[in-house]
DNA sequence: TATCGGTATTTTGCATTCATAATTCATAAT
DNA sequence: ATTATGAATTATGAATGCAAAATACCGATA
């Protein structure tokens, strides 16, 4: 028997999870945010029954509160959050290097190599919106390459987590520099594929990048704990 | 302002989620067994809709399968599974192993090896049940010494995930002495504190985990691709 | 003015209902 | 006998309805 070629049978339950996640992470609700189900449903033009199937899901990812019998808000990220976080994505990015690695072709790397050139290039425009973008395609395509579908999942979801941080990520002129030599320093261990040295690059780039966010938050004057 | 106390209020889709769960994991529901939501609403007395909610969040675990319009079988874990799933433990377990090392005290450590000595207890008299248990509560102690509950719960996650694999854990003796010797080397580094040396224990201690379970599964004549 | 108490309103949780897609079963055709 | 076709049955997806809890409102009292 030939692979079951999926046709799209949609549902409106998962439609609406997916609607109401790319609302959260772009912010038209922002963290904090009451959820009242019926305006949301009228702006849906759904029932209630499916937005509710989605608010469980998107519980259960960690994207919104649910307080039995008070509704639904969506998720504030705390400092406690990102302390816990960043660590495990440093783990997770570590272990997608030295899988990468053992996994990677010559053009593998040729096709990495040209994003990484690429955000060399909007580092050096001072581009921040493009190179925050393709600074986030490339650690998706180590992520892709380490050929680990559940490892990419779970990355998804941290990075669906802690979505609020980006908006305070690049903040001062060093620490970008200090990034940007990271990123090289990682393609180049990848194109030796050494993948013990990747690793350690990764978690490291990782963990650099949640001091850097601490720090910016520490003197940051936005909500007390809210980031 | 003080710490809100949690007065425990109840909602049934949470109970049927837990109950559910918890059926998969005592094999109550088989794995590829297909889920008739009637049929559980009557057993459980309820009506389809906090069933359903329950799905959706089992679903977004990964522990039921969940295709539009044909309804809902019990996730079966495959080989590939396996191989994804371990590395991601193996390097949450480094982690959690590299924290708890930096924030163990002597009374920790104490609790920790009394754990242990009960385990090569059981060990020297061959209880596996026993053993395995108490196999168990060690790394949870380990996840919960780490101090980071974003981690632990991922941890639990995957376990949830791959709990099928406890049927064919410890087939060969040879095995079993491994993993001992390999558990009594982690008991060493913890006590020392050698949080790297700790990582690299666990995380090795997985992989090597995994392998005895693919092997296992290699050889073992059970069903052809589900473990 | 601020706080308390009680009622009205809203919101949540769950059951029920309805429409539609999927499956089953019987029948016919090859 | 086996496969195809179509009607009957069943299951899923989504809307609606209803009871109970939470919240908002409002006047009374200190």
């Known amino acids: 028997m030939t692979a079951p070629t999926i046709v799209p049978r949609l549902n409106l339950h998962d439609t609406v999870t997916t609607a109401l996640r790319g609302m959260i992470l772009d912010g038209v609700l922002a963290p904090g945010e009451k959820i009242a189900e019926r305006a949301l449903c009228e702006r849906f033009g759904i029932s209630r029954t499916p937005l509710r199937e989605a608010l469980k899901v998107l519980a259960s990812e960690g994207l919104i509160d649910l307080l039995p019998r008070r509704g639904a808000t969506v998720a504030q990220i705390t400092e406690a959050d ?104 990682i393609m180049d261990a990848l194109a030796q594929r050494d993948g013990a040295r990747l690793s350690r690059l990764m978690r490291d780039h990782i963990a650099g990048t949640s001091a850097r966010i601490a720090l910016a938050s520490l003197d940051g004057n936005e909500e007390r704990d809210a980031v």
């Open 82 to 185: 990102i302390r816990d976080l960043f660590p495990i994505m440093g783990a997770l990015e570590g272990l997608a290097g030295e899988l990468a690695c053992a996994r990677v072709d010559a053009r593998d790397i040729r096709h990495l190599r040209a994003l990484h050139d690429q955000m060399m290039d909007s580092y050096a425009r001072r581009d921040e919106h493009r190179y925050l973008r393709q600074n986030r395609k490339i650690h998706e395509t180590i992520f892709a390459l380490a050929r680990n579908p559940a490892l990419s999942e779970m990355y998804q979801q941290i990075l669906t987590r802690i979505h609020a941080c980006r908006f305070i990520l690049k903040k001062c002129d060093r620490d970008w520099a200090a990034a940007v030599a990271e990123h090289a320093e």
